[in-house]
């Protein structure tokens, strides 16, 4: 049974870091993409970033641009979102998903078949 489980949400003041993890279990991993998602009360769920696991070739949305970074981990099946310089926009329900869709072709909800429960993370100002 695949199961996705996120961890290192929290509450941070703007400016701050955070890294989420999502680890993995039952099943390969290696031929995927890796998608992180946010949703923010009232609002629709919206792409953040994806990360191909075979090379690491990564996508993020605009808003995230040079403030965060997708990572893999092989050995430990798993994968981070560093999040440097948040804003009180980035306040969300963060969850890691897997496609078997191309990175560049990831930034859709419904290109992923697995997803986690989601980890809160809360920038106040």
């Known amino acids: 049974q695949v199961q996705l489980v996120e961890s290192g949400g929290g509450s941070v003041q703007a400016g701050g870091s955070l890294r989420l993890s999502c680890s993995t279990s039952?099943?390969?991993?290696?031929?995927?993409?890796m998608g992180w998602f946010r949703q923010a009360p009232g609002k629709e769920r919206e792409f953040v970033a994806a990360i191909a696991w075979s090379d690491g070739t990564s996508n993020y949305v605009d808003s995230v641009k040079g403030r965060f970074i997708i990572f893999r981990d092989n050995a430990k099946t798993a994968v981070y979102l560093r999040m440097n310089s948040l804003k009180p926009e980035d306040t969300a329900v963060y969850s890691c998903?897997?496609?078997?869709?191309?990175?560049?072709?990831?930034?859709?909800?419904?290109?992923?078949?697995?997803w986690g429960q989601g980890t809160q993370v809360t920038v106040a100002s």
């Open positions: 039952g099943g390969t991993f290696s031929g995927y993409t």
């Open positions: 998903a897997a496609s078997t869709s191309r990175v560049e072709r990831a930034a859709r909800v419904g290109a992923y078949a697995y």
